[in-house]
T-cell receptor, first 115, second 112 residues
Framework: DTGVSQDPRHKITKRGQNVTFRCDPI?????LYWYRQTLGQGPEFLTY????????KSRLLSDRFSAERPKGSFSTLEIQRTEQGDSAMYLC?????????????FGSGTQLSVL | GNSVTQMEGPVTLSEEAFLTINCTYT??????LFWYVQYPGEGLQLLLK?????DKGSNKGFEATYRKETTSFHLEKGSVQVSDSAVYFC???????????FGTGTRLQVTL
């Protein structure tokens, strides 16, 4: 068990640029989640996948955000035309689908700074 | 909607002191309740959970009891250690997947 890994750890970009983050879940986990955490706040749910299917997206996920999980393995989160308000820590988590009490395993996150 | 309120930090304690971090919630439906911990430089980790009223979750000397009548899930530990220094998040879930609602987190600093 190598844990959930996220890449890059840090990303600095200029407003208006596109950025893409990658998450590699624990290999046997079929669910993958994306959360966003801003300074001084708790994580907020963005979206989740079961295998390759994206089952739910939060209202927080504007049209500039898109997530994929091809083949049900790693996932990418892309932000187009970044804005300063997108600056946050983006967290990925994975789990075995066991209902509402499943245990989430989080990665260390990607810290995005939009200048 | 769902929300979680935690006591603001930082909480600074001496080693071996008693710890309480308050957490109250509002939820539509019957939630499951969780405490997650984030150690410096690491990802969030599940510390403990409780899935129904009067359940007590426990792990690593930490405990929390699901109190439906007071909508609370306070975290306690009888004797903290320096290694417990971290940020603690209370969270709830009412859905079938882990769309957790988190509190803002409470930073705990334990000194010798």
């Amino acid at each position: 068990d190598t844990g959930v890994s996220q890449d890059p750890r840090h990303k600095i970009t200029k407003r208006g640029q596109n950025v893409t983050f990658r998450c590699d879940p624990i290999s046997e986990h079929n669910r993958l989640y994306w959360y966003r955490q801003t300074l001084g706040q708790g994580p907020e749910f963005l979206t989740y996948f079961q295998n390759e299917a994206q089952l739910e997206k939060s209202r927080l996920l504007s049209d500039r955000f898109s997530a994929e999980r091809p083949k049900g393995s790693f996932s990418t989160l892309e932000i187009q035309r970044t804005e300063q308000g997108d600056s946050a820590m983006y967290l990925c988590a994975s789990s075995l689908a066991e209902g509402r009490n499943e245990k989430l395993f989080f990665g260390s996150g990607t810290q995005l700074s939009v200048l | 909607g769902n929300s979680v309120t935690q006591m603001e930090g930082p909480v600074t304690l001496s080693e071996e002191a008693f710890l309480t971090i308050n957490c109250t919630y509002t939820a539509t439906g019957y939630p499951s309740l969780f405490w997650y911990v984030q150690y410096p430089g690491e990802g969030l980790q599940l510390l403990l959970k409780a899935t129904k009223a009067d359940d007590k979750g426990s792990n690593k000397g930490f405990e929390a009891t699901y109190r439906k009548e007071t909508t609370s899930f306070h975290l306690e530990k009888g004797s903290v250690q320096v290694s417990d220094s971290a940020v603690y998040f209370c969270a709830l879930n009412t859905g079938t997947a882990s769309k957790l609602t988190f509190g803002t987190g409470t930073r705990l600093q334990v000194t010798l």
